[in-house]
């Protein structure tokens, strides 16, 4: 069965601190991988995306990974700032035609002050 | 561009009653999707349209769910009639046939059925 897996379901860090968001997915056949930014009361906007052969990939202060024969990826943030406090989806699209994808449900991330 | 507009940002109503949901989406993207997000089952996929075509209606929850897109400027998503499960936050999105997977979503309608 497709499936994608986030972890931790949510998370508070202090301003200023990393933190790495993880994503397991047991999807074939396997495109690309999105992880996407959703604002509390907004659409999910996205961050990054990774093919099969891309081992990492920067957006700023965010760096997701990947590994392919793991079927794990990783968004890490670095010194974190009271806006990137949202919700973060991961999403894994089939290589079986277009817009297949399968969606985690999601790691909240609360950064304090 | 404004992005993808959807109406109305909140909509309640009760048990029974016609729901419709409208979006307009990016100019000159190919592609159009309407998405269901609760916190128990996250994103779902309800149906999507390519150049005004609905291709994959597997989504949809039930025949109670309708979607149409009359033309590349308008879409819809009905639901008659409504049920309290129906609670749930409806996200329209749009894509260019040239970007692949990503998506240009909405601000979504907070639907209440009560």
């Known amino acids: 069965k497709n499936q994608v897996e986030q972890s931790p379901q949510s998370l508070i860090i202090l301003e200023g601190k990393n933190c790495t968001l993880q994503?397991?997915?047991?999807?074939?056949?396997?495109?690309?991988l999105r992880w996407y930014k959703q604002d509390t009361g907004r659409g999910p906007v996205s961050l990054t995306i990774m093919t099969f052969s891309e081992n990492t990939k920067s957006n700023g202060r965010y760096t997701a990974t990947l590994d392919a024969d793991t079927k794990q990826s990783s968004l890490h943030i670095t010194a974190s700032q009271l806006s990137d406090s949202a919700s973060y989806i991961c999403v894994v699209s089939l290589n079986t035609g277009f817009q297949k994808l399968v969606f985690g449900t999601g790691t909240r991330l609360l950064v304090s002050p | 561009d404004a992005g993808v507009i959807q109406s109305p940002r909140h909509e309640v109503t009760e048990m029974g009653q016609e729901v419709t949901l409208r979006c307009k989406p990016i100019s000159g993207h190919d592609y159009l999707f309407w998405y269901r997000q609760t916190m128990m089952r996250g994103l779902e996929l309800l149906i999507y349209?390519?150049?005004?075509?609905?291709?994959?209606d597997s989504g949809m929850p039930e025949d109670r769910f309708s979607a149409k897109m009359p033309n590349a400027s308008f879409s819809t998503l009905k639901i008659q009639p409504s049920e309290p499960r129906d609670s749930a936050v409806y996200f329209c999105?749009?894509?260019?046939?040239?970007?692949?997977?990503?998506?240009?979503f909405g601000q979504g309608t907070r639907l209440t059925v009560v």
């Open positions: 999105a749009s894509s260019p046939r040239d970007r692949g997977t990503e998506a240009f």
């Open positions: 994503c397991n997915y047991t999807v074939s056949p396997f495109s690309n």
């Open positions: 349209f390519n150049n005004n075509v609905p291709i994959d």
